[in-house]
């Protein structure tokens, strides 16, 4: 009953739909020594794309439900978007030679009515999925060596040593002077620093404290700016599990059975775990500010009656700076979360799920 409410519901939304005129600019920077024809085709493009996300910002604000059907096929119809989009006038068309930019502003045409069709269609395929499909469990985990050492970077010293000497050679023959030059040329080189990358398996981990809420916060801006609604899994789970995920490099089977369970039984289709490790402390050779580098990786769940995994981003290393040690972890842990969050919306994504 409730996937029929909302095919009425967007069929409502969309059935008095025509042609929709807007005003939209666009910049357009060209590596070309002068504007070719591809560089022009390219920039009236980028207007399209840009008339499209004017028009869906204006079109679907306050309706979530019809945006959320637009993003499904989104991707879809901008490798279309002549399909859908006609510049009917050019109110300024100007060529900056000197910044090599095509400074665009146009009159654009949404043929809505090609909209409707295909984001109906998506629609109908999409109501056969789970009606809660938005919402997403996270839960993150973020960890640090007890014992981080310092290690300067590699440094390679070339010197080279030239000394010449003259000499003056009086000829037997026609008693002429002549100059003789010798040279010689030494070099040493000198090499100091390196570090040597830390395994897993050679530290011991410990809890990085303060900063459970930013990661989540900046993990549920990005899913939420792709149409899911991010729930903070550290609620309704056992806080005895983040030890066990700082400690190994696998949850039990008996943990990931609960943490299946309960999102299960909490009626939330998809889950998302990730495993922060930060596991080594250098120098950065070009500020000389501390660099932090941590090991990443997060799995992507689908939940009915079952958990199964449908995306994996990582293990993969990311590295940041900052001021001070406890800064730089910072800067690589929100780094590291932003990366995975959208790698794993891609992924949702590219298998239709959104």
């Known amino acids: 009953m409730k996937n029929f409410i909302l095919i009425i519901a967007f069929l409502f939304t969309f059935q008095f739909l025509h042609a929709y005129e807007i005003k939209v600019s666009s910049s357009y920077k060209y590596n070309s020594w002068s504007l070719t024809d591809d560089d022009r085709n390219t920039a009236v493009t980028e207007l399209k794309k840009a008339a499209l996300k004017k028009y869906t910002n204006e079109k679907f604000s306050g309706n979530k439900s019809a945006y959320r059907e637009f993003k499904k096929v989104e991707a879809q119809i901008q490798s279309n978007i002549d399909d859908y989009v006609n510049v009917i006038s050019y109110l300024v068309d100007d060529n900056d030679k000197k910044n090599k930019t095509l400074n665009l502003t146009a009159k654009v045409e949404i043929l809505e009515m090609d909209l409707e069709y295909i984001i109906f269609d998506s629609s109908a395929i999409g109501n056969a999925m789970p009606s809660e499909i938005s919402e997403i469990a996270i839960f993150t985990v ?62 011991e981990y410990g809890p990085i404290q303060g900063l459970d809420e930013q990661l989540f916060a900046k993990s549920a801006q990005i899913f939420n700016d792709n149409m899911f609604e991010p729930i903070d899994a550290s609620q309704f789970l056992d806080s005895s599990i983040s030890e066990e995920y700082i400690t190994g490099d696998s949850l039990s089977r008996d943990t990931k059975n609960y943490i299946y369970k309960t999102v299960i039984d909490y009626e939330i289709p998809f889950l998302i775990l990730s495993k922060l490790k930060v596991d080594s402390l250098a120098t950065d050779p070009d500020t000389g500010m501390p660099m932090i580098s941590l090991i990443a990786i997060t799995e992507v769940y689908e939940c009915e009656r079952f958990c199964k995994s449908i995306a994996t981003v990582g293990p993969e290393r990311r590295q940041a700076i900052g001021n001070n040690e406890n800064e730089a972890i910072t800067n690589a842990l929100i780094l590291a979360v932003e990366s995975s969050s959208q790698q794993s919306v891609d992924m949702m994504n590219a298998k239709g799920v959104r």
């Open 142 to 203: 973020a960890a640090k060596a007890k014992k981080l050492n310092v290690f300067d970077p590699k440094k390679t010293a070339v010197e080279k040593i030239s000394t010449e000497t003259y000499n003056s050679e009086i000829s037997q023959v026609d008693n002429t002077g002549a100059e003789v030059t010798t040279s010689s040329e030494s070099t040493d080189i000198s090499q100091s620093g390196g570090s040597t990358e830390f395994k897993s398996s050679e530290l």
